[in-house]
């Protein structure tokens, strides 16, 4: 059996960490088997380039070099985490992937040239569900800055107008990707976008098997 890969998308301050630790929980009261896990990261090679691209100081404003960065760091992770893990049988949860790259890379670089990074990055692998988490990025900046931890990384210190450029491709690739993207108002409060994100899953991949009131 193969599993189901449903990615998180949006903007800082969506909310995405929060709804993916929910709906593991959820899935693994049901008794399912599943992984989470988060991009840039989720393996030792991986979380050595989120290092390298979100604190360093020298860190590239080149469109191509940090999608590149993104696709190795990808790679890895899709060959050594989220592949095995489906091939388990596995639900994989995993906040960001090659969308963020399109939203946040895809104003710096041709869109050919995107596309072939991406390509490589993720071995062809496509999620079965992306959720986009919108907001307006004033409203998400203010959020992530709520719970500043230290060091604003790369993107966070961008200006307002890279943001809403973000967010606009967000709702581009949402529009153009219909029957994978679900796109969630996320200026709603956390509980009600839980129960949205509760729903869709379960029609789409658990119809027939009931959970009772929960
Ligand atoms: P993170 O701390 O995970 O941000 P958030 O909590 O908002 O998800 O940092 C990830 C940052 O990297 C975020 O600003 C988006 C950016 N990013 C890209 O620019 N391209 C990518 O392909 C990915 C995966 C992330």
Avoid: W
Avoid at 80 to 97: E, Q, S, Y
């Amino acid at each position: 059996m193969r599993g189901v890969f449903i990615t998180f998308e949006g903007g800082e301050g969506a909310g995405k960490s929060t709804q993916v630790r929910r709906l593991a929980l959820l899935l693994e009261s049901y008794g399912l088997s599943v992984t989470v896990t988060r991009e840039p990261g989720g393996t030792p090679l991986a979380e050595a380039i989120r290092g390298l691209i979100l604190t360093h100081e020298a860190a590239s404003e080149d469109g191509l070099t940090q999608a590149l960065l993104f696709a190795a760091a990808r790679r890895d992770h899709v060959l050594r985490v989220i592949r095995p893990a489906l091939a388990a049988g596995h639900i994989v949860l995993c906040d960001r992937f090659a969308d963020s790259t399109r939203a946040y890379q895809g104003s710096k670089m041709p869109e050919a040239e995107l596309e072939q990074v991406i390509a490589l990055g993720t071995d062809g692998l496509k999620p079965d569900l992306t959720f986009l988490l919108d907001l307006p990025p004033e409203v998400g900046l203010e959020r992530a800055r709520s719970r500043f931890t230290g060091v604003e990384d790369t993107f966070e210190r961008s200006n307002l107008g890279f943001h809403r450029e973000v967010r606009r491709r967000f709702l581009a690739l949402a529009e153009a990707e219909p029957a994978r993207f679900v796109h969630i108002d996320a200026s709603r409060d956390e509980a009600h976008v839980a129960e949205t994100i509760r729903s869709v899953v379960r029609a789409k991949f658990m119809a027939g098997q009931g959970d009772g009131e929960r």
